[in-house]
């Protein structure tokens, strides 16, 4: 049984076992002692030993994800994303929390917070981020913690996926800023975005030799889905890329997803579009390809999707459409 007391103004916990050393820790707040002590018997009961709470004491969830970020980080396909939103959290009070003393209700409080300010997508990406920081440091690195308290905190309801898509006129106008513009790419990547279906990390990634302008078909050798791909390439798309092989570069676009993202925004602020997303002409692309007549298992095919009913919020095709078809 836990012992809970106040000395010299803190309290003070201590759990004794007939057997094993005692351990005591003291805390500016009576509810983290009790909560320190019942995690410690917790760990007691099922294990029969009390486990070694010093690395977990002392580190603090900003060490944990700085050590996350530099080791784990790196070797995924999403590393840029994912530093990125790391050293956004780090930014956070609740880094200052140590590991031992991060609890459900700090992860909840930062939540909501965050949800003042950002998507509920971002929040969820960010909980994921951490959740499987603390994972690792408890499978991997030999720091014990009782339980994953973020995996007890409930994620905010996903967004339902965007249907935007381009409307009367609105690609001329796209394309006719484009060319007014000073970037000479971006014409291109839109009718490459809009031809391909391709991601925008695809297009960036995309590079000349694997691009067959005869054949008609860019390969993607890595994707988001981890497996690769060939793309079809229509007549507008092979003569988009015709103007801008160059003969330099080893890359179809030599810009970073920043720039693009920049680029994208005024482009839109121009034409008065700021509700139109850059990842939006993919959903346009897949949609054109069900109104052109491809099937479900074909569309997956060139757009990449590897469960076929994550295609179906792609799907909105126009009711105008579909009912001149009907005849």
Not at 65 to 77: A, F, G, I, N, Q
Not at 113 to 118: G, T
Not at 129 to 134: G, N
Not at 192 to 204: H, K
Request: include cysteine; charge should be positive; charged fraction near 30%.
């Amino acid at each position: 049984m836990a012992t809970i007391r106040k000395l010299r103004g803190r309290w003070q916990a201590a759990v004794r076992r007939k057997g094993m050393q005692p351990r005591s820790k003291s805390f500016d707040a009576k509810s983290d002692a009790e909560r320190w002590a019942r995690s410690l018997e917790a760990e007691l009961d099922r294990n029969g030993a009390l486990p070694d709470m010093r690395p977990a004491e002392s580190m603090t969830l900003a060490q944990l994800l700085t050590r996350y970020r530099d080791e784990v980080s790196p070797t995924k396909r999403s590393a840029i994303t994912e530093i990125a939103r790391i050293n956004a959290i780090l930014r956070r009070p609740i880094c200052f929390r140590t590991m031992t003393m991060l609890s459900t209700a700090d992860l909840a409080a930062y939540r909501d917070e965050r949800l003042k300010i950002v998507a509920a997508a971002t929040v969820i990406r960010e909980l994921n981020t951490i959740s499987h920081a603390i994972d690792t440091a408890r499978r991997e690195w030999n720091i014990h913690i009782a339980q994953n308290p973020c995996k007890l905190v409930r994620r905010p309801s996903p967004p339902k996926g965007r249907t935007r898509r381009l409307e009367g006129n609105e690609e001329e106008l796209l394309l006719i800023a484009a060319d007014r513009g000073r970037t000479p790419y971006l014409r291109p990547l839109i009718v490459l975005a809009i031809e391909t279906g391709m991601r925008r990390g695809e297009l960036l990634a995309l590079r000349w030799e694997h691009v067959d302008l005869d054949r008609r078909v860019a390969h993607l050798p890595m994707t988001k889905n981890g497996t690769s791909r060939d793309v079809p390439l229509s007549t507008r798309a092979v003569d988009s890329l015709r103007t801008l092989r160059t003969g330099e570069g080893a890359t179809v676009f030599s810009a970073t997803p920043n720039t693009v993202r920049l680029a994208w925004e005024r482009l839109t602020r121009r034409v008065g579009m700021s509700d139109l997303h850059l990842h939006d002409l993919r959903h346009e692309a897949v949609s054109r390809l069900f109104e052109k007549g491809f099937n479900v298992v074909e569309v997956a095919s060139i757009s990449g999707h590897r469960e076929l009913r994550m295609l179906q919020r792609y799907t909105h095709l126009r009711a105008a459409d579909l009912a001149a078809r009907l005849g």
